[in-house]
């Protein structure tokens, strides 16, 4: 599987905001892994270009990630900017 517990605690390790290390559920933590789970299902579907399933999955995180930069851009500025520089994403 793609996706372990350990990465996944690795990605909220390295991208959580709050009081704990590990923050599940700040906006940063939960952008960050949709940004892996949407570049994983980019390159699947790189190689199956018929799988149109997980095409809407993707669309589908593709649009939770884009609310939560939404959220973010008009609640704290300089945290959208800052976790937007760090993952290579662009608007």
Known sequence: ??????KKQELFEAHGHGKKKADTGSPEAQ?????????????????????FSTRLGLLKLVGK?????DYLMKTEIGRYRAIIAE???RK
């Open 1 to 6: 599987m793609y996706l372990t517990t350990d």
């Open 31 to 51: 952008i960050a892994l949709f940004t892996y789970r949407i570049n994983h299902l980019t390159e699947h579907l790189k190689t199956h270009k018929h799988d």
């Open 87 to 89: 993952l290579n994403l």
């Open 65 to 69: 990630r884009r609310r939560l930069l």
